[in-house]
């Protein structure tokens, strides 16, 4: 009898531990639903302030909803609702620390976003571009502030605050080179996505800038291959001479071209050093000219020329990277065009470089001594 009593008070008590757990399994969800509720409401006018270009006050809210959210820390194991949640809140912080030029915050986010087991790699492919655009912004950033090319200084908080950042992105380009960076990010997304047009560009256009141009004509062949009307947002030159040299219609971009980050004496901007010395050049003999200028006699309506000099009715073209087989089918298209329509050109090439001030004089003996 005695024993029969126990043994039903030990599992009556066995029973109530086990209502006391599910109890209080029940109030944790009822609590962890609750401040998901609530986070997801922040959010959303986090979302909304994004939207109204108020980034700082958006971060504050998005920082706020990631302080009640309750699945944090362990971002491999997570639920897909928690992924996506926590996927989309650091990827827009990033975004809006992108919007600030914060840049190496915007990154940090973006890092943050990828770290988070998520099985749409769309999602992976726009925090990889968010990133590698991060990069090379901030090259531009240090651009604008070291050579001029992108603004006229007003001295303005605003300004002294971008120079401040541009000094310290430059130490870090200095020790990492923000172009190679960029130039990862978007190889990882044309890994992913191989036929993502945009990720191809970006790699050809970081190629461009690296001087890998044999690999930049990879890359943008390959977007020519997934849209054949790609928008040449950059300007790149490369990347026009290849549409033209596939039967594609060219339209320029109303912004400077990739490369024009050179000023010469006449305050051109132009793609590189040999191009600035020949403009130079041209001026200090008194050479009045035109640079990348559109011409109506060739075959295509959208064939530019580098240099003209009206005077002497002469086109100059360089050709940098003549070396490269593939880029030499295009300057040999681009000379046949001179060729068919009886026009007077001078043009460089790589070897030039070495003198080009003696080589620009022999190759204009014929039509003015200089």
């Not at 950033?141 to 605050?161: H, Q």
């Not at 990347?239 to 219609?249: A, L, P, S, T």
């Not at 020949?278 to 000219?289: E, G, Q, Y």
């Amino acid at each position: 009898m005695v024993i029969g009593k126990i043994k039903e008070m030990l599992k009556e008590r066995e029973k109530k531990k086990e209502q006391e757990k599910i109890e209080e399994e029940k109030l944790q969800s009822f609590r962890e639903t609750e401040e998901m509720r609530k986070a997801e409401k922040i959010k959303k006018e986090a979302d909304r302030l994004a939207q109204l270009k108020q980034y700082k006050t958006a971060i504050e809210e998005y920082n706020k909803a990631l302080e009640i959210y309750p699945y944090k820390g362990d971002e491999k194991n997570l639920f897909r609702n928690a992924s996506d949640f926590l996927f989309k809140v650091y990827f827009n912080i990033a975004g809006c620390y992108s919007y600030l030029n914060r840049f190496n915050e915007a990154i940090k986010f973006f890092d943050k976003s990828l770290k988070i087991d998520i099985e749409d790699a769309d999602n992976k492919v726009k925090a990889l571009m968010g990133k590698g655009n991060s990069y090379y912004r901030m090259r531009m950033l240090i651009d604008g502030a070291y050579s001029g090319a992108y603004r006229i200084s007003m001295e303005t908080d605003w300004e002294k605050e971008n120079e401040e950042m541009a000094e310290e992105f430059k130490k870090l380009d200095e020790k990492q080179n923000l172009i190679e960076l960029a130039y990862q990010c978007f190889t990882q997304v044309t890994d992913i996505d191989r036929n993502f047009a945009d990720g191809w560009y970006n790699k050809g256009h970081m190629e461009v800038k690296l001087a890998r141009i044999k690999d930049a004509m990879l890359s943008f062949d390959n977007v020519i291959n997934v849209d054949k009307n790609y928008e040449n947002k950059e300007g790149i030159a490369l990347f026009d001479d290849i549409q033209r040299e596939k039967g594609v219609k060219v339209k320029y971009s109303k912004v400077l071209e990739d490369e024009h980050l050179f000023k010469t004496k006449t305050g051109h901007m132009v793609r590189n050093k040999t191009e600035k010395f020949i403009a130079d050049f041209l001026f200090d003999n008194n050479l009045m000219f035109r640079y990348n200028v559109a011409v109506s006699w060739a075959d295509k309506d959208d064939f530019k020329a580098a240099f003209f000099i009206q005077k002497l009715d002469v086109y100059i073209e360089h050709f940098k990277y003549d070396y490269i087989k593939d880029y030499e089918k295009l300057m040999k298209w681009k000379i046949k065009q001179y060729e068919k329509h009886k026009k007077k050109l001078i043009y460089t090439v790589s070897e030039d470089e070495k003198s080009i001030e003696e080589a620009l004089k022999i190759k204009m003996k014929p039509y003015i001594m200089l």
